[in-house]
């Protein structure tokens, strides 16, 4: 059974750093791209960041740009998120999400985590 | 601010034939795959119809979707209670080298 789980969510003020880790399990997580999702209290999905199974390829909204960093670690099957210098505006749920295919953009997401909440305060 | 428009809302009674637009633009419906997603208050999102037509094993055959152009519908065919829920289109845009959401609609059983 494909799994992931999200982890290291919590409240945080604005202009501080947080990561943010995803632990996948039930597949070969070296094979698919990653995602990483986040939805506003009460708003819409927006698409925060992907990145390939071999970490060739990096792509970043432009909203997070230069100050989120996605990476993985295949051999321990996770996936992060750096977010450094939030903002009050990146309050949100934060999901993982599996790409369909290993490369080398966003397809369909074929699987979720539960989600975590990140909460930036001032 | 998405570059995927949808209504707001949709609905009609059970039984009744349902249709959520998606509306985009050269440099994403119309040059790549559109799927769409699923997601129930306080859950996570699932995808129910990917690469414009194709169901998942496990989505019921009344979800249907279709792409012409630069827009995407997804069809519920027999609306049920359950249906109650946001749905929401996708596609990568190369121009913003990102991958965008629609607006999301929540489809309402009357």
């Known amino acids: 059974e494909v799994q992931l789980e999200e982890s290291g969510g919590g409240l945080v003020q604005a202009g501080a750093s947080l990561r943010v880790s995803c632990t996948a399990s039930?597949?070969?997580?070296?094979?698919?791209?990653m995602n990483w999702v986040r939805q506003a209290p009460g708003k819409g999905l927006e698409w925060v960041s992907y990145i390939s199974s071999g970490s060739g390829t990096i792509e970043y909204a432009d909203s997070v740009k230069g100050r989120f960093t996605i990476s993985r670690d295949n051999a321990k099957n996770s996936l992060y998120l750096q977010m450094n210098s939030l903002r009050l505006e990146d309050t949100a749920v934060y999901y993982c999400?599996?790409?369909?295919?290993?490369?080398?953009?966003?397809?369909?997401?074929?699987?979720w985590g539960q989600g975590i909440l990140v909460t930036v305060s001032s | 601010q998405s570059v995927l428009t949808q209504p707001p809302s949709a609905s009609g009674t059970p039984g009744q034939r349902v249709t959520i637009s998606c509306s985009g633009s050269s440099s994403n419906i119309g040059s790549n795959y559109v799927h769409w997603y699923q997601q129930f208050p306080g859950t996570a999102p699932k995808v129910l119809i990917y690469r414009n037509n194709q169901r998942p094993s496990g989505v019921p055959d009344r979800f249907s979707g279709s792409k012409s152009g630069t827009s995407a519908s997804l069809a519920i065919s027999g609306l049920r209670s359950e249906d109650e829920a946001d749905y929401y289109c996708?596609?990568?845009?190369?121009?913003?080298?990102?991958?965008?959401f629609g607006t999301g609609t929540k489809v309402t059983a009357l």
């Open positions: 999400a599996r790409d369909h295919a290993g490369c080398c953009s966003t397809t369909s997401l074929d699987f």
């Open positions: 996708a596609a990568w845009d190369d121009s913003l080298s990102g991958y965008v």
């Open positions: 039930g597949f070969s997580f070296s094979s698919h791209g």
